[in-house]
């Protein structure tokens, strides 16, 4: 049963980097044909795609984020990464990390874990 | 990017009755269409893709149809574990996107 679960501080100062990561159990990252995702979705809205990684390291941003988003990797702990820099209260939301074989919908989510801005 | 809008935003249902939801995109996105389902405090579920086609575990009476910009998910006997919010999204482009969701509530 493949499981993904978001770790993380749940409150950060407005212009601080958030940075949350995402650990991988019954899966591999490594085994490839997956892209690995950060979605997240403010109170009461819909979701918004973050961005994704593959196992070979390369990335895409959303361009309405992409100035402020890395998305990295470690395979040797299978676990993704998000961070996002000069947040601000509009960052507040859940973020989720999720998996996704490639061209296809996702198939698992994190839990969520909520990350509230404020000083 | 392209622009998924759901119909209605709010649906009122009594147990045992047929729901038909809504999503609609702002260009064409083939079959690439997934519905998820949210319950409170809880992740989505992958309930359908391809737009027709059940996902694994789920009732069959979850069903999806439509291709190109016009989707509807129905469910045709709704049971009281369904009332949750709905949600499509497309994954024929990047970034993907999701529709804002319905929210079928008891009637």
């Known amino acids: 049963q493949v499981q993904l679960q978001e770790s993380g501080p749940g409150l950060v100062k407005p212009s601080q980097t958030l940075s949350l990561t995402c650990t991988v159990s019954?899966?591999?990252?490594?085994?490839?044909?997956?892209?690995w995702s950060w979605i997240r979705q403010h109170p009461g809205k819909g979701l918004e795609w973050i961005g994704y990684?593959?196992?070979?390291?390369?990335?895409y941003y959303n361009p309405s984020l992409k100035s402020r988003v890395t998305i990295s990797v470690d395979t040797s702990k299978n676990q993704f990464s998000l961070k996002l820099s000069s947040v601000t209260a509009a960052d507040t939301a859940v973020y989720y990390c999720?998996?996704?074989?490639?061209?296809?919908?996702?198939?698992?989510w994190g839990q969520g874990t909520l990350v509230t801005v404020s000083s | 990017e392209i622009v998924m809008t759901q119909s209605p935003a709010t649906l009122s249902v009594s147990p045992g009755e047929r729901a038909t939801l809504s999503c609609r995109a702002s260009?064409?996105?083939?079959?690439?269409l997934a519905w998820y389902q949210q319950k409170p405090g809880q992740a989505p579920r992958l309930l359908i893709y391809?737009?027709?086609t059940r996902a694994t575990g789920i009732p069959a009476r979850f069903s999806g149809s439509g291709s190109g910009t016009e989707f509807t998910l129905t469910i045709s006997s709704l049971q009281s574990e369904d009332f949750a919010v709905y949600s499509c999204?497309?994954?024929?482009?990047?970034?993907?996107?999701f529709g804002q969701g319905t929210k079928v509530g008891i009637k």
């Open positions: 999720a998996r996704g074989p490639w061209g296809a919908a996702i198939d698992y």
């Open positions: 019954g899966a591999s990252i490594s085994s490839g044909g997956y892209y």
């Open positions: 990684i593959l196992y070979s390291g390369s990335t």
């Open positions: 260009q064409s996105v083939s079959s690439n």
């Open positions: 391809s737009a027709s």
């Open positions: 999204q497309q994954y024929y482009d990047w970034p993907r996107t």
